[in-house]
């Protein structure tokens, strides 16, 4: 939706010879931050903001590399956190068997409401992932094995792999880590493949996507799909640093906190989405002692973004002179 | 004892008539929805906050202004309008030209504002509006005790709907909306002032959104979040009905309350997902909903 409505100026900065390198380098500097942050800062914040920004990085795959505005990612996010949660704790699942679940679980929730939200575009298909989300959050409020309102409590972290003890929290900080890293890495190659780029083409232009001869429903279904896979990687992961899973998660609130995430840092880029995230989390996390509601901030941020920077903070630094000198681009 | 289908009349009737109450608020907001969207190309999704504060002003004019009842029925969705169209002006009608997904997101942003603000000042806890003097009590129809305030709920929701059903097949002014809604700038090169209509739809839907809000302050409790989980149901709603006809809207809106109050007699635990259930069966069958056309 980005580029359709945004006409983005030629590029007069050429890039540096040496962009590539420093792009590397400062790629390098961030894995090592992070690799270190968890003796500076609060550990479980760490975690949350991980998981948050690995959520907003697979919506951004649908919204950003699609063109498709999914109101219903939390169904997917706090689904499967639910079946992690369960398969952890009731059946005695070990953490990884039970994040797989939890990201099958979702791929075959994504597959179920893809199908149905894609027979509609652009207005109507963010109405009806709204309502099949929502029907979904009945569905957990009333079933049984999520326990309503209580939620699954007291999850177990367990041992990954039979050998890492994952109740220590720096064993579950680098497991954390490592989970976000290869689910960025995935969403790169997703994004790169060929699939990426007739996904970047029906984006641009569907009807001219059709006449080429693709079957765009099929690769819109994918996309939703790989989505909401990787969305329910991040809430299973989500579901075993909290050891709980809520109703919370399955709200539209968190639907829409996914979508602020997103377009505060920059729809259509790898990094957009991270840094929406740590902003969004940090500021839940500063505001979560004061009585002051959340809702109304969030609120009035989404107005400022939808009003005066489309681009969001990333995209508006690529946009930038130093940005096109460092040779970042958006949509990449 | 009478019973239908194995279930006393009484039990059948009284969760009829609580479909048709809630069908008359789904006709009402789906309505607004429809006619914002016909010309603006913007899903309201303040839709559900516009009628809260409809709501929150009844019950604010009572308690600080002293005013009653049928004043606010009047003052109430006046007030939310002239909101409205200032926020049209000054924000919105910034995104027209845009992907109309940002409408979208602005909306939603403003929703989340005016319901947080409303929840800072007021809490979450509903607070109660009393039905007027004149239409409290209840009548006996033989076979069920009717409210009165709730049949007057049905009457005047639909006397509004057809009323604006009129005003947009009928008159002048409607019919430069329906003008504008087919092609804009040739409506503005007649000398029709657009920017003026597209404001006064706004106003007019969210209105709309206001007087509902005023109608369902005695029946449900005034409270912040009461806009923001019926938002959705209308969502489905108006998917069901495809947003091309008002007439479409109004009479799915009253059609799946009524289905809501009956899936609540024959099967209560499907009775919160039984009209998300009947917009993925219409999507699968026919895509463009019950009175659209097809896109």
């Not at chain 2, 303040?46 to 003052?75: C, K, P």
Request: glycine content about 12%; proline content about 4%.
């Amino acid at each position: 939706m980005s580029a359709k409505s945004e006409t983005v100026a030629p590029d007069h900065v050429a890039a540096h010879p040496r962009a590539g390198q420093v792009r590397l380098a400062l790629v390098a500097v961030a894995l090592a931050g992070l690799l270190a942050a968890p003796m500076f800062l609060y550990p479980i914040f760490l975690m949350k903001l991980l998981a948050f920004a690995l959520f907003a990085s697979a919506f951004n795959l649908l919204l950003g590399y699609t063109g498709l505005l999914s109101f219903g990612h939390a169904a997917f996010f706090g689904g499967a956190a639910y079946f992690t949660a369960h398969a952890v704790k009731v059946w005695g699942w070990p953490p990884e068997a039970g994040i797989l679940l939890g990201v099958a679980g979702a791929a075959a929730l994504g597959l179920v409401i893809g199908a149905i939200a894609i027979r509609r575009q652009g207005i109507y298909f963010a109405m009806i992932t709204l309502a099949l989300s929502q029907m979904f959050f009945f569905f957990c409020l009333q079933a049984p094995f999520t326990h309503g309102e209580d939620g699954i409590q007291s999850v177990p972290r367990g041992h990954l792999f039979g050998l890492i003890d994952l109740s220590q929290t720096l064993n579950m900080y680098y497991f954390v880590l490592a989970v976000f890293v290869i689910g960025l890495l995935v969403i790169r190659r997703f994004v790169n493949s060929p699939f990426g780029m007739i996904l970047k083409s029906i984006r641009e232009n569907e009807q001219r996507a059709i006449s080429l001869g693709y079957s765009v429903q099929r690769y819109k279904l994918g996309a939703f799909v790989m989505s909401a896979a990787l969305a329910g990687l991040a809430g299973g992961v989500k579901a075993l640093i909290f050891q709980f899973a809520t109703l919370t998660d399955v709200t539209w609130q968190m639907s829409g906190e996914v979508i602020l995430m997103t377009l505060l840092g920059g729809i259509g880029t790898l990094l957009g989405p991270i840094v929406g995230a740590g902003l969004v989390v940090s500021l839940q996390n500063f505001l979560a002692t004061s009585d002051f509601p959340v809702t109304i901030i969030t609120g009035v941020v989404f107005m400022i973004c939808v009003l005066l920077f489309r681009r969001g903070l990333v995209g508006e630094f690529f946009a930038s002179k130093i940005g096109k000198r460092l040779g970042f681009r958006a949509e990449s | 004892m009478v019973m239908i289908f194995g279930i006393p009349v009484q039990a059948l009737m009284g969760q009829l008539l609580v479909g048709l109450i809630n069908g008359s608020f789904y006709a009402l907001l789906s309505l607004g929805l429809a006619v914002i969207f016909g010309l603006l190309r913007v899903i309201n999704f303040a839709h559900g906050a516009q009628y809260m504060l409809g709501a929150f002003t009844a019950l604010l004019l009572l308690t600080v202004g002293g005013i009653n009842y049928w004043l606010a029925l009047l003052l109430a969705p006046v007030i939310v309008g002239v909101l409205a169209a200032v926020v049209e002006r000054t924000m919105l009608s910034r995104l027209y030209k845009l992907d109309h997904l940002y409408g979208l997101l602005f909306t939603f942003g403003l929703a989340l504002a005016i319901e947080g603000t409303f929840r800072y000042f007021f809490g979450a806890s509903g607070k109660p509006y009393a039905p007027p003097a004149q239409l409290t009590g209840a009548v006996n129809l033989g076979f069920m005790f009717l409210p009165i305030y709730r049949g007057w709920v049905v009457l005047a929701s639909l006397a509004i709907c057809i009323a604006v059903w009129l005003l947009i097949e009928k008159t002048k002014l409607g019919a430069y909306l329906r003008a504008a809604t087919e092609n804009p700038v040739l409506v503005q090169a007649f000398g029709v002032n657009v920017p003026l209509l597209l404001t006064l739809t706004y106003a007019l839907g969210a209105g709309l959104a206001g007087f509902a809000g005023v109608l369902a302050a005695p029946v449900y409790q005034v409270s912040p979040l009461m806009g923001s989980n019926l938002i959705i149901i209308v969502f489905a709603v108006v998917v069901v009905g495809g947003m091309g006809s008002i007439l479409g809207a109004i009479v799915t809106g009253y059609m799946l309350g009524v289905v809501e109050g009956l899936t609540k007699v024959f099967y209560p635990e499907a009775s919160n997902i039984v009209i998300f259930v009947i917009m993925a069966i219409v999507l699968i069958l026919r895509p463009a909903g019950l009175f659209g056309k097809e896109a």
